[in-house]
């Protein structure tokens, strides 16, 4: 057993591999597909990373091209059967696992990462994980992205969701490196068709919606072309950053005895960040999350430092004395390691797996620290025994390259906040959703008292990540600020993804309870 994203026991997958299907890959012109019944249907329909949502649809197409993907768009559009895609399953809502998904297209097959000489950008298909992107680009060309933290995580909704990662504050956000995508969309004659679009052209509208739009909205995407902005794709090998050749890494404990230590260390901690968010700051090389789980207990910092910095060693030292200081008892830390980014990958990155969490999941972008008064309230929560176990507070380093983007050069309009805060409420048994969820509900709501409950974005608040999906937000139960969803994920970029939504996908063949509005 491994290590999942948020420290709990999970199964190891091979990196690279799929779900084994007794049925055969089909030729170009059957894509496979599995219905009720069928050996293949019970693991593929329960793929999901969020126990407390499933689908039970008529067919599950897995195609191994992207001419197999068109074919099983246009059936399920010709069978006014309702669609949704999965990548590599992850999603926290129920964008694919609800009652109305009659058709899934899982596209765990395309998996392929390759460097593409026609569009001089690699070639990353949508059902490659994570873990295998690293993998691939580092073994065969040296360059790597500044991709999430999360091995098993697909590509397909981690890229067009902005993605990010522990590289971020370095190198900018995935859609700062995605140069075109190769997506099937849908007219409004209902024909399905396979279309390439590119930063600058064709269809650079399309390509701009998926620079941050989020998943399942305009198509099916079948791959992505990434080359960084000041690449021309000569070379392959410059096309992308170089990876750093060392990281430093260890984990900090939190023995936080008290409510005013809890205080002490957390303030000192998003100050830390808070003072070092500006593109080229010298700690851009740092990315440090947070997790504190219900009852303090086995909460950690894991620090990763690029190794390669000259003062590498020094900075390290500044960080820990910066968030210790005048914290008591003090922070347990075991002795820094330092490993090739290539080995802090495969050991330090978050294993692939999953866990079998029942999840309710909120969050947030900080552009300034919260208030003691919001710390206290997150330690009046966390404390609560009643929620022990697999739940967690997580604080995600932000800002550096991520804030060197103006708010409309991507569909991510937060380029300007140094923290992302998650709320993950994990369990595992049915019978704990409603309160488990309630916990989840009332922290946030009770954190973002004075603005509705909610991260209404303004000076102190950025929005929320639309790839941690929190339907409450158009829920006036629980958004009682009068700023609509969208607001929070997209600000002012929303009115353009809802024309690109209009002209790419007419019929609303794409939609789910986030999906951006014709």
Same mark, same amino acid.
């Given at each position: ?153 697909? +590509?397909? $909704?981690?890229?067009?969701? /902005?993605? %990010?990662? &522990? =590289?971020?504050? #370095?190198? @900018? ?104 968010? +500006?593109? $080229?700051?010298?700690?851009? /090389?740092? %990315?440090? &999350? =947070?997790?504190? #789980?219900? @009852? ?104 550096? +390259? ?117």
């Amino acid at each position: 057993m491994l290590l999942s994203r948020r420290g709990f026991l999970v199964a190891p997958i091979v990196a690279g591999a799929v779900t084994a299907l007794s049925q055969p890959v089909a030729n170009a012109l059957e894509p496979t597909v599995v219905r009720a019944g069928d050996a293949d249907y019970l693991t593929l329909a329960t793929r999901g990373y969020n126990r407390r949502f499933a689908a039970r649809p008529q067919q599950i197409f897995v195609p191994s091209n992207a001419e197999e993907v068109r074919l099983a768009v246009a059936r399920a559009v010709s069978e006014g059967s309702p669609l949704a895609v999965r990548s590599g399953g992850h999603g926290f809502d129920d964008f694919v696992d609800n009652d109305r998904t009659k058709t899934i297209v899982d596209l765990q097959r395309l998996n392929a990462v390759s460097w593409d000489e026609t569009h001089r950008a690699f070639s990353v298909e949508s059902g490659a994980d994570l873990g295998t992107v690293y993998e691939r680009l580092l073994g065969g060309w040296g360059v790597t992205v500044p991709a999430g933290i999360c091995k098993g995580v697909g +590509a397909g $909704g981690h890229v067009s969701g /902005g993605g %990010y990662g &522990p =590289l971020s504050r #370095r190198l @900018g956000l995935m859609a700062d490196h995605l140069y075109g995508l190769e997506i099937v969309t849908v007219d409004s004659s209902g024909a399905a068709s396979t279309v390439v679009a590119t930063k600058d052209g064709p269809n650079a509208d399309l390509w701009w919606a998926h620079t941050g739009g989020g998943g399942g909205n305009f198509g099916v995407v079948t791959r992505y072309l990434l080359r960084s902005a000041d690449s021309d794709g000569a070379d392959p090998a410059r096309a992308l950053p170089k990876s750093p050749g060392s990281m430093l890494h260890t984990r900090l404990a939190l023995p936080l005895a008290n409510e005013e230590s809890f205080i002490r260390f957390v303030g000192n901690y998003l100050a830390f960040f808070e003072r070092h968010s +500006a593109p $080229g700051d010298p700690f851009t /090389g740092l %990315y440090a &999350p =947070l997790h504190i #789980r219900p @009852g303090i207990t086995g909460s950690d910092v894991l620090i990763l430092l690029d190794g390669d910095l000259p003062d590498a060693g020094k900075m390290f030292d500044e960080f820990v004395a910066a968030i210790s200081e005048g914290v008591t008892p003090g922070l347990v830390m075991l002795p820094p390691t330092r490993a090739s980014y290539a080995d802090t990958v495969a050991n330090v990155y978050y294993a692939k797996g999953m866990p079998g969490f029942r999840v309710k999941v909120k969050s947030a972008y900080l552009r300034k620290s919260y208030s003691t008064e919001q710390l206290r309230t997150l330690y009046r929560y966390l404390t609560d025994i009643r929620f022990l176990g697999e739940s967690q507070l997580e604080f995600m380093p932000f800002g550096g +390259a991520t804030n060197a983007v103006a708010a409309d050069a991507t569909a991510v309009p937060a380029r300007d906040s140094f923290m992302k805060v998650l709320v993950h409420a994990a369990w595992r048994l049915p019978g704990d959703d409603d309160r488990y969820v309630a916990w989840a509900r009332e922290m946030f709501r009770d954190v973002y008292a004075d603005t509705g409950g909610v991260p209404v974005p303004n000076e102190f608040n950025g929005g929320s990540y639309i790839n941690y999906p929190d339907p409450d937000l158009a829920d006036p139960n629980w958004n009682t600020s009068g700023v609509p969803w969208h607001e929070f994920y997209y600000g002012g970029n929303y009115e353009r993804l809802r024309g690109i939504k209009a002209t790419w996908d007419p019929g609303n063949v794409f939609q789910h309870r986030l999906s951006i509005g014709r």
